[in-house]
Nanobody, 128 residues
Framework: QVQLVESGGGLVQPGGSLRLSCAAS????????IGWFRQAPGKEREGVSC????????YYSDSVKGRFTISRDNAKNTVYLQMNSLKPEDTGVYYC?????????????????????WGQGTQVTVSS
């Protein structure tokens, strides 16, 4: 079965950390750019971070730069998002997506129905 599965979400206090995983099955993640997106209640889905397929180039939105780190382990067919110094505004459902190309508009990573695969999402709640 071809799919992306996110895991690692949960409830964490402000200032805490979580590591999200995006695991692929049925296809080789190494051949795709991978993006992480999040959607807070009542808001549109937004791009958080991405990593390129060839050279591992990375991008971070301004809101997470310096706190989140994206990485990939091609041997495990998995991409990770290490999230540190979490804030309440980081709360939302986090999704990963795989695409031959990723969409940027005005320098900002955008979600797109054109991506090849989307995961089902994992909930992250930052609250005391």
């Amino acid at each position: 079965q071809v799919q992306l599965v996110e895991s690692g979400g949960g409830l964490v206090q402000p200032g805490g950390s979580l590591r999200l995983s995006c695991a692929a099955s049925g296809f080789n993640l190494e051949n795709y750019h991978i993006g992480w997106f999040r959607q807070a209640p009542g808001k549109e889905r937004e791009g958080v971070s991405c990593i390129s397929r060839n050279y591992g180039s990375t991008y971070y939105s301004d809101s997470v730069k310096g706190r989140f780190t994206i990485s990939r382990d091609n041997a495990k067919n998995t991409v990770y998002l290490q999230m540190n110094s979490l804030k309440p505004e980081d709360t939302g459902v986090y999704y990963c997506a795989a695409g031959r190309q990723l969409l940027f508009s005005q320098g900002v990573l955008r979600p797109s129905d054109e991506y090849d695969y989307w995961g089902q999402g994992t909930q992250v709640t930052v609250s005391s």
